[in-house]
């Protein structure tokens, strides 16, 4: 079956660590790539997204992810995190082709970000 | 204010007894789905619906079901709930499609004893 998947289901790192969070999918043609954040108490948001183009997207809060399509791989990576940034990533696809109106999400990885 | 309101936010009912979540957003957008959220599973998409009249299944539809008769409005229906369908559900919308950023609603706790 075709999926998402977010290997790092929880992760700790103390402030000015750098992050980097891995997202894999097994669907063979074009899709759309986003990740989604939610913040403790908060709406799901989104983060980024990639379409096409530069595989190297920058989003909200400093955050970015590269696409590599030979790798079917979509991590979101932060040189430096804050407190702040301790929430739920969800990474999601929208393949184009077979159920373009979908929208697949992972597991979810929760990340704290000690003091 | 643009939101996604669903109702209720929590509750709690038994085997059998059929439920109703709904779920209206006044943006005007075109595409809702509702998802499922589990741990250790994610999010996980039941329904969608591009637009009035329009809904298709997403990964998880068994025991569900929608309707979208207003373009507001995409109430999720259990006809006949199971223990295994108690879980966090979450209601989007977006302008047009999945592609689009997801406005959620603040999500409803079902438990089904």
């Known amino acids: 079956a075709q999926s998402v998947s977010q290997h790092n289901h929880h992760v700790i790192l103390s402030e000015a660590a750098s992050l980097e969070l891995g997202c894999n999918y097994s669907?063979?043609?074009?899709?759309?790539l986003f990740w989604y954040v939610q913040y403790p108490g908060q709406h799901l948001q989104l983060l980024l997204k990639y379409f096409s183009g530069d595989p190297l997207v920058k989003g909200i809060k400093g955050f970015e992810a590269e696409f590599i399509k030979s790798k079917f791989s979509f991590n979101l990576r932060k040189p430096s995190v804050q407190w702040s940034d301790t929430a739920e990533y969800f990474c999601?696809?929208?393949?184009?082709?077979?159920?373009?109106?979908?929208?697949?999400f992972g597991t979810g990885t929760q990340l704290k970000v000690e003091l | 204010e643009a939101q996604v309101t669903q109702n209720p936010r929590y509750l709690i009912t038994v085997t059998g007894k059929k439920l109703t979540v709904t779920c209206s957003q006044n943006?005007?957008?075109?595409?809702m789905s509702w998802y499922r959220q589990d741990p250790g599973l994610g999010l996980r998409q039941i329904y969608y619906s591009m637009n009035v009249e329009v809904t298709d299944k997403g990964d998880v539809p068994e025991g569900y079901k929608v309707s979208r008769k207003e373009k507001r409005n995409f109430p999720l229906i259990l006809e006949s709930p199971s223990p295994n369908q108690t879980s966090l559900y979450f209601c989007a919308s977006s302008f047009s499609g999945p592609n689009q950023p997801q406005h959620f609603g603040d999500g409803t706790r079902l438990s089904i004893l």
């Open positions: 999601a696809v929208n393949p184009l082709t077979g159920g373009g109106n979908k929208l697949t």
């Open positions: 669907y063979g043609g074009t899709v759309n």
């Open positions: 943006m005007n957008h075109e595409y």
